[in-house]
């Protein structure tokens, strides 16, 4: 099982770049063995066009090292935090990515303005809480993960319908079933940013989120028990 993850975790490490979702070193790409209670994760400060397969770190939900020569990304304790508090996501993927990292920036969600976002996240991409000098003292990455996981718990957001956030002053962060799934929802959050983005931009009033019985539409198209998008399994 871990060696399928392990390659698995690789791909999708090594679509990040492939989809201009991060450059140099500024992201990761992790997947859960919940089984074993272990996951895979990119090794820290590792450029894109040197990583293997046999870089990558297996570690347990503390975070410490179980498998792998390197350092774990710096991120882990994020990764671990939203394994431990979402029981049913597979993959995490947090990035710098361009047009999210800006609305991140400026502590802002991204609103739903159109049914490309509702096909993917049933409202909007909240933006999270800036962390405390305190949090950032006892533990920076693990209280990164916190805030998100608490902030939709406190808004009653399921993940699986909204797999994405941003954290304020930071970046994105985007999940799935696995790593696969969680880079695919990386790159649909970066377009929905790059389109709200623009539509503010030509408003020369303040936009409305779009309404929500077209929200609804087109998330149900999608996602849930009357799903009728695309091909019978």
């Known amino acids: 099982m871990l060696k399928e993850l392990r390659r698995q975790v690789y791909e999708a490490n090594m679509r990040l770049p492939a989809l201009h979702l991060v450059i140099f070193t500024w992201g990761n790409a992790s997947g859960i063995d919940r089984a074993k209670g272990q996951f895979v994760i990119k ?15 297996v570690v347990d939900m503390d975070g410490k090292v179980a498998h792998g020569k390197k350092n774990p990304s710096s991120d882990t304790p994020t990764h671990a935090a939203l394994y431990r508090r979402f ?14 990292t800006i609305w991140a920036q400026a502590g802002r969600p991204i609103p739903a303005y ?6 993917y996240f049933h409202g909007e991409v909240p933006c ?10 006892d533990g920076y990455e693990l209280a990164s993960g916190a805030v998100i996981a608490d902030y939709f718990e406190q808004q009653g ?11 304020a002053h930071h970046g994105p962060f985007a999940w799935g079933k696995d790593a696969l799934e969680a880079v695919y929802h990386a790159g649909v959050l970066e377009e929905v940013a790059m389109m709200a983005f623009h539509t503010e931009l ?12 077209i929200l609804d539409k087109h998330f149900e198209r999608k996602h849930g028990a009357h799903a009728y998008y695309g091909q019978k399994a």
């Open 43 to 57: 090794p820290s400060g590792v450029p894109y066009e040197q990583l293997t397969a046999d870089d990558l770190v």
């Open 202 to 213: 030509l408003q020369h009033a303040p936009m409305s989120a779009m309404p929500a019985h």
């Open 114 to 119: 159109g049914t490309t976002h509702a096909d």
């Open 157 to 167: 957001i399921n993940p699986a319908h909204v797999p994405a956030a941003l954290l």
């Open 87 to 100: 029981q049913d996501i597979g993959g995490i993927v947090h990035t710098h990515s361009r047009w999210a």
């Open 128 to 137: 999270v809480r800036t962390l405390t000098p305190q949090e950032v003292q």
